[in-house]
C-alpha cells in the first residue's frame, strides 16, 4: 500500500507541476441507469473540524456491491486528510431505490463502546457523490441522558438537469437506541427529482452568503480603507512638510563655513548618510527572509486572482494544490530577490544563502506538519500524511524549488547585484547617540504592527471561521482588497517609523523596517488565542496541536510577507531622500 501510494503520488507530482491538468475520474455527465458511485470520506467530532477518521474506522458495515478500483487523491487531498472508501451502495442514474436494507452490525461491547463515544462527541461523516459533498450525523443522545440513538436511514435526494448532478441532500431517518448484543439494520433510499439549478451553479448552496456578505464586512472593508486613505494623506503631509524643513535646514548649513557648522547644532538624518546604506546585520539570514517575503507575496496574490476567476472551492484539495504549484513555479521570485540583495550588500558565501532562502519556509512549514503527523498517527486520524505524500513533497523542494531558486539567485546577482547607493559607506561605524525612550527600536517594533492588524482583524475572522468551522470562503475579492490595504498601511506606518529612528540618527533601520512590519503577524497570533477560548469549542490534544501549529505558520508567513513589504516600501523611501540632499 505504502509503495503505490508513493508511485500514484509521484504520478501525481510531475502531472500537477507539468501539466497542471486535473484529470477528473468521472466526466460528471451520466447516461440512464449507469452507476453513481457514493464515496465515504471521513468521520469526526463536530467541534474538531481537523480530527478526521476514516468513516469505516467506526463500525459502520459497507453495502453489498463489489469494491470498485481506487480512487486517485491529488496531492492537495493527500495532505487534506481526505480518505474516500467505497459505501458498497447501489445507485444508478435516475433510478429510484425505496427503502432498502443493505448490512447490519451486530453490537459487540467493543462496537457498542465505538458508537457510544461518537454520540457523546457529535461525530459528523461526511460523503461525496459526483465530487458535491455531503453531512450527516452518526447520532444523538436523548433529551432525558439516559440513552445513546444511532441514525441507521439514509435518505438521499438527487437533483439532476439532463445528463448531470446538480443537487444531493441526505436526510437521516429511522433513530435506534444503541444496546448491547443487539443487531443494528442500516438501510438507504434513493429518490431522483428533476432540477433546475444549472450544472455550473451547483455548489452555491454550499455558500453562505449571509455570514460573509454581511454588513458588517461590508463596514469593515470601508473603514479600512477610509483609515488608508486617512493614513497616506497624514504620511504624505507630515513628511512632505518635514522633509521640506529638513531640506531648508541641510541647505542653510551647507553655506556655512566649516567653524559656523562645527559649532552649530547639528541633528537629523543627514548625519547618518555615511552609514544609513551599512549592510544589515547577519545580512545572509535578512536577504533569506527578504526573498522569502517576496516570494510569499506573490503566490498571496497570485492564488488570489485564480481563486476569484477559477472557483477553486468546487474540487477537493485544488486550493492547496494551486498554492503548492504556485510556490514552486515562483521559486526563481526568492531566489532573484534575496540574492540580489545579498550580493549589494556585499555577501559572498552566496550558494549557501540561496540554501537558506529556498528552504527556508518549507523547512518550518515540514517541521510543524511533520510534529503534528506524529499527533495524527498517534491518534489514528486520517491527516496523518502519508510517506509517499511526503516524498511527493520532499522531490517539489529538492527537484523544482531548489533549482528554480538557484536561477534566480545567479540572475539576481548579475542583474541587481551591484550597489548603486547614493551615498558612500564610511569605514569606521558611526556611533550612535542616547535617544529618548519611545525612539528605541524596542519600542518602535511592536508599535509598528497595531495599525497593519487593524486593518485586517476583521477579516481575519471569516478567514478563521471557514477554515475552522463548517464555511466555505468565496469572497477573495475582498480578500484581495484586504490584502492591498494591508500593504499599503503596512508601507505607511514602517516609513514613518523609520523617519524617526534615522531622525533620532539611528541607522539600524534595516531590521527595525522589517521587524516593525512583521510585527503584525504576532498580534494575528494573539487574536487566534481569543478566537480558540472565545469562538470554538475545540478540545483535546490532537485539535489543539493543530489549530496552534498551523495558525503559528499561517503567522510566520504573514510576518515574513508584511516585513518584507515594510522593507521594500522604507528602502525606496531612503533611497530617495538621500539622493534628493546635497552630501559633502
Request: aromatic share 18%.
Amino acid at each position: 500500500m505504502t509503495t503505490n501510494r508513493t508511485l500514484v503520488s509521484l504520478g501525481l507530482l510531475f502531472l500537477e507541476l507539468f501539466s497542471y491538468t486535473r484529470a477528473d475520474e468521472h466526466s460528471h455527465t451520466y447516461v440512464d441507469k449507469e452507476e453513481v458511485v457514493l464515496w465515504m470520506n471521513t468521520v469526526g467530532p463536530y467541534h474538531n473540524r481537523q480530527e478526521t477518521y476514516e468513516y469505516f474506522s467506526l463500525p459502520f458495515c459497507a453495502g453489498p456491491k463489489e469494491a470498485i478500483g481506487h480512487y486517485h487523491e491529488t496531492l492537495g487531498e493527500a495532505l487534506q486528510g481526505v480518505e474516500l472508501q467505497f459505501s458498497g451502495l447501489d445507485i444508478d442514474y435516475k433510478v429510484d431505490v425505496p427503502q432498502t436494507k443493505y448490512c447490519e452490525v451486530e453490537l459487540t461491547k467493543q462496537k457498542y463502546d465505538a458508537f457510544v463515544y461518537a454520540v457523546k462527541n457529535h461525530y459528523w461523516y461526511q460523503m461525496y457523490i459526483d465530487d458535491l459533498p455531503i453531512w450527516g450525523i452518526a447520532g444523538e443522545i436523548d433529551e432525558n441522558g439516559d440513552g445513546y440513538y444511532l441514525w441507521t436511514h439514509k435518505k438521499l435526494d438527487i437533483g439532476f438537469n439532463l445528463d448531470q448532478i446538480v443537487d444531493v441532500n441526505l436526510t437521516s431517518e429511522a433513530k435506534v437506541k444503541l444496546i448491547p448484543n443487539t443487531k443494528v439494520p442500516f438501510t438507504y433510499s434513493v429518490k431522483w427529482k428533476k432540477s433546475n439549478i444549472p450544472y455550473k451553479d451547483r455548489f452555491d448552496k454550499y455558500l453562505d452568503p449571509n455570514f460573509f456578505q454581511h454588513r458588517i464586512h461590508w463596514f469593515s472593508i470601508f473603514n479600512s480603507f477610509m483609515m488608508v486613505i486617512f493614513l497616506v494623506g497624514l504620511v504624505s503631509m507630515i513628511l512632505m512638510r518635514t522633509l521640506r524643513k529638513d531640506y531648508a535646514r541641510y541647505s542653510k548649513d551647507d553655506e556655512l563655513d566649516d567653524m559656523e557648522r562645527d559649532l552649530g547644532d547639528e541633528y537629523g538624518w543627514k548625519q547618518v548618510h555615511g552609514d544609513v546604506f551599512r549592510p544589515a546585520y547577519n545580512c545572509m539570514l535578512f536577504s533569506a527572509l527578504i526573498g522569502t517575503g517576496y516570494h510569499i507575496s506573490v503566490v498571496a496574490f497570485s492564488v488570489i486572482f485564480i481563486a476569484i476567476f477559477g472557483e477553486l472551492y468546487t474540487e477537493r484539495g485544488s486550493l492547496l494544490s494551486t498554492a503548492i504549484f504556485v510556490y514552486a513555479a515562483t521559486a526563481p521570485v526568492n531566489g532573484y530577490s534575496g540574492g540580489g540583495l545579498y550580493a549589494r550588500m556585499g555577501g559572498r558565501v552566496w550558494i549557501k544563502q540561496m540554501v537558506l532562502s529556498a528552504f527556508l519556509l518549507p523547512m518550518l512549514v515540514c517541521g510543524t506538519a511533520f510534529f503534528i503527523n506524529f499527533i495524527a498517527i498517534y491518534y489514528h486520524a486520517s491527516r496523518a500524511i502519508p510517506f509517499g505524500t511526503m516524498v511527493a513533497v520532499t522531490c517539489i523542494c529538492l527537484f523544482v524549488i531548489l533549482p528554480l531558486t538557484l536561477v534566480g539567485t545567479v540572475l539576481g546577482r548579475n542583474l541587481s547585484g551591484q550597489p548603486n547607493y547614493p551615498c558612500r559607506v564610511n569605514a569606521v561605524p558611526r556611533p550612535i547617540p542616547e535617544k529618548k525612550w519611545f525612539m528605541e527600536p524596542a519600542v518602535i517594533v511592536p508599535l509598528g504592527g497595531v495599525l497593519p492588524f487593524g486593518s485586517i482583524f476583521i477579516e481575519m475572522y471569516f478567514i478563521f471561521t471557514s477554515f475552522w468551522a463548517y464555511k466555505i470562503y468565496y469572497v477573495y475579492g475582498f480578500m484581495l482588497l484586504v490584502l492591498i490595504i494591508l500593504a499599503i498601511v503596512t508601507i505607511c506606518v514602517t516609513i514613518v517609523c523609520t523617519y524617526f529612528l534615522l531622525n533620532a540618527e539611528d541607522y539600524r533601520w534595516q531590521w527595525t523596517s522589517f521587524l516593525a512590519a512583521s510585527s503584525t503577524a504576532a498580534y494575528v497570533y494573539m487574536y487566534s488565542f481569543y478566537y480558540f477560548f472565545f469562538k470554538t469549542k475545540m478540545y483535546g490534544l490532537f485539535q489543539t496541536s493543530f489549530y496552534f501549529g498551523y495558525m503559528a505558520l499561517f503567522s510566520i508567513a504573514l510576518g515574513f510577507m508584511c516585513g518584507t513589504l515594510g522593507y521594500a516600501g522604507t528602502s525606496a523611501f531612503v533611497r530617495k531622500i538621500y539622493t534628493n540632499v546635497k552630501i559633502d
